[in-house]
């Protein structure tokens, strides 16, 4: 299924397609600005009540390096290959997804958006109100995260994953993960040896706390969209408050995104509105609002079909 075609660049304006290591130089200092300032924040508010909106703030902030590694996952945040490289790794440590692997997964997402059984990041309409409390709260996520990693540091992949990562790049996820692994085990070592609680505060709580806030975000995106090639359709660009939206590298024009990959997130708007119409249906509370009608029809669907028997 080929996706829609991305609109051509507005005339008298510079190419969509530039990409510049200045746009995402000052986005980055922005966002490590404001992980240090969080981060700070934590570290004083232990002990106190103000820990919590803390590290809720750190937390979320921290999240959202996913929309960092993600555009340097298509090497499109800075003009250096090299930059993205090294920028998406270091995402990578603190997110989560070891940045190799997570570009064969990616690339696969965007080939086979919403296809079942070949898009490998299809998020479905949970069930029911538990499922969707569970997907939101990171459960599913951290159990992918966790058993992707330690399989593939143990040298074998997952039966779903040989759709999108070839043989020759099997040896290189392996070696990935074990690095990534080793990172991991070092950083606990030290803080043992140290006696030190600082990993704790500064980096896993505000990452299981502010997962929701990604899970939130991702399940927007794509979620009770038609299964269509027409990214018009298939996918949902979001309107949300500037500094959100800045926070997750412009990823909110995710409609846009997909029909033109290649254009890098500080040329979103500027294609956004040159734009045909898409699938926007508001900010966050919007989509989740249409994923909740969904889920609610489906429910009435199941307990209206004959023979069935209301919970």
């Known amino acids: 299924m080929a996706a829609v075609a991305a609109p051509a660049p507005p005339a008298g304006r510079r190419p969509l397609l530039e990409r510049t290591n200045r746009h995402a130089g000052a986005l980055l200092a922005v966002h490590s600005a404001l992980l240090v300032a969080a981060g700070a924040w934590v570290w004083l508010a232990i002990g106190s009540w103000w820990i919590v909106p803390a590290i809720v703030v750190d937390g979320i902030v921290m999240a959202h390096l996913f929309a960092l590694l993600h555009e340097c996952s298509h090497r499109t945040a800075f003009r250096s290959r090299r930059a993205n490289q090294v920028v998406a790794w270091l ?9 190799r692997y997570f570009r064969l ?5 965007h080939r086979y958006t919403q296809q079942a059984d070949l898009d490998p990041e299809l998020i479905e309409v949970p069930a029911d109100c538990r499922r969707y409390a569970l997907f939101v709260l990171g459960g599913p996520y951290w159990w992918w995260a966790i058993r992707t990693l330690l399989a593939h540091a143990a ?26 692994v080793a990172v991991y085990v070092l950083a606990v070592s030290i803080s043992i040896a140290l006696g030190t609680t600082a990993l704790v505060w500064l980096w896993l709580l505000p990452r299981l706390v502010g997962e929701p806030a990604m899970r939130v975000a991702r399940l927007a995106e794509h979620a009770g969209r038609p299964r269509t090639a027409d990214v018009s359709e298939n996918t949902r660009s ?16 995710h409609a846009e995104h997909h029909a033109a990959p290649s254009v890098p997130f500080h ?20 989509a989740h609002a249409d994923i909740w009608r969904q889920m609610r029809a489906r429910r009435m669907a199941v307990e209206n079909r004959p023979g069935s028997v209301a919970e």
């Open 238 to 253: 979001l309107r949300v408050p500037l500094p959100l939206r800045l926070l997750a590298w412009n990823m909110p024009f």
């Open 155 to 180: 040298g074998r992949l997952l039966a779903f994953e040989r759709s999108f990562v070839p043989p020759t790049e099997r040896h290189r996820i392996v070696r990935e993960a074990r690095v990534f």
């Open 91 to 99: 995402c990578g440590v603190i997110v989560g997804p070891p940045p």
């Open 267 to 286: 040329a979103l708007p500027t294609m956004h509105a040159h734009a045909a119409p898409t699938a926007s249906t508001g900010g966050y509370l919007a």
């Open 105 to 109: 997964e990616h690339t696969a997402h």
